[in-house]
């Protein structure tokens, strides 16, 4: 099973500032199986990011995508307060479902 | 506007089964281009992919999970449903069903990302 890291743990940042979050994997994935979501308190996840790039229908261009390999990174140009949250990236290239990674946990600082 | 809405128990004993619907409205479940599928997500922590179902009734199943978990799919409601067995207090959490779009590659059927989901329905497994 491919086992996704994400870092850091918890992001301080004030609004306006740029976020950038890592997900790293233990095993080369493929970009087209490489999504992102974000996920606010007692809320489902909501996708943001797929084929490791891509901005699913209704994501601001303020959040992108980007990497390959083993190393995909998550990029918040400028957080707006409705940004805070926690992101989650998920890999599912080499079996159905994939797996999740732990979550980085964007606050303000 | 596509949703998916879980209905179900909310508190299950320990070693019984815990039985999830998830109902689809705003689109077909019959759809050729998606499968459905359940994710959980214990208090406090990260997301679990379960298993997913095609409307034809073909399923994938999380492997550690495998010998407990079964899907199941009715065209005829526009559901899909999960069935967990002995369950534990491990397996309190809250459960989701998604669509997901997929592809076959040389490893098979992959579900590549989750773009619909319910809103969740939390199941605690307690005496």
């Known amino acids: 099973e491919i086992v996704l890291t994400q870092s850091p743990g918890t992001l301080s940042l004030s609004p306006g500032e740029r976020a950038t979050l890592s997900c790293r994997a233990s095993?080369?994935?493929?970009?087209?199986?490489l999504a992102w979501y974000q996920q606010k308190p007692g809320q489902a996840p909501r996708l943001l990011i797929y084929?490791?790039?891509s901005r699913a229908t209704g994501i601001p261009d303020r959040f992108s995508g980007s990497g390959s390999g083993t190393d995909f990174t998550l990029t918040i140009s400028r957080l707006e307060p409705e940004d805070f949250a926690v992101y989650y990236c998920q890999q599912s290239g080499s079996s159905p479902g994939g797996t999740f990674g732990q979550g980085t946990k964007v606050e303000i600082k | 506007q596509l949703q998916l809405q879980e209905s179900g128990p909310g508190l299950v004993k320990p070693s019984e089964t815990l039985s999830l619907t998830c109902s689809v409205s705003g689109g077909s479940i019959s759809s050729s281009t998606y499968y459905w599928g359940w994710i959980r997500q214990p208090p406090g922590k990260g997301l679990e992919w379960i298993g997913s179902i095609y409307y034809s009734g073909s399923t994938y199943y999380k492997s550690s999970l495998k010998s407990r978990v079964t899907i199941s799919v009715d065209t005829s409601k526009n559901q899909f449903s999960l069935k967990l067995s002995s369950v534990t207090a491990a397996d309190t959490a809250v459960y989701y069903c998604?669509?997901?779009?997929?592809?076959?590659?040389?490893?098979?059927?992959?579900?590549?990302?989750?773009?619909?989901w319910g809103q969740g329905t939390l199941v605690t497994v307690s005496s």
């Open positions: 084929g490791a790039s």
């Open positions: 095993q080369s994935v493929s970009s087209s199986y």
């Open positions: 998604a669509r997901s779009p997929f592809s076959v590659t040389i490893f098979g059927v992959v579900t590549r990302y989750f773009d619909y």
